[in-house]
């Protein structure tokens, strides 16, 4: 019984933080990552959950930028289109 608490706490304490991540990555922080020591299936499930949430992060700055643009767009073609009404 000591020797599986002896092997089983450190297993537990990396998988809560994988939890722990996940979690805030679910609060919209997609700065979030899981420690990736070791090199059994934990840390590969952790290398994989950094890498997706990378990504999400990427497409969420895409998303960000590419609404940007949108509403720029969206202030110039309004602008362009009310300068001549204005005269008229």
């Known amino acids: 019984t000591i020797l599986s608490l002896v092997f089983v706490k450190p297993v537990v304490a990396r998988i809560h933080r994988l939890q722990e991540a996940a979690e805030r990555i679910g609060r919209n922080d997609l700065t979030a990552r899981a420690p990736t020591e070791g090199a059994d299936e934990i840390a590969a499930l952790a290398r994989t959950f950094n890498a997706m ?4 992060q990427r497409r969420a ?18 602008h362009e289109l009310m300068t001549p009404l204005t005269s008229v």
């Open 61 to 78: 700055e895409a998303l960000t930028t590419s609404d940007r643009v949108r509403r720029q767009l969206v202030a110039d073609v309004s």
């Open 53 to 56: 949430a990378e990504e999400l």
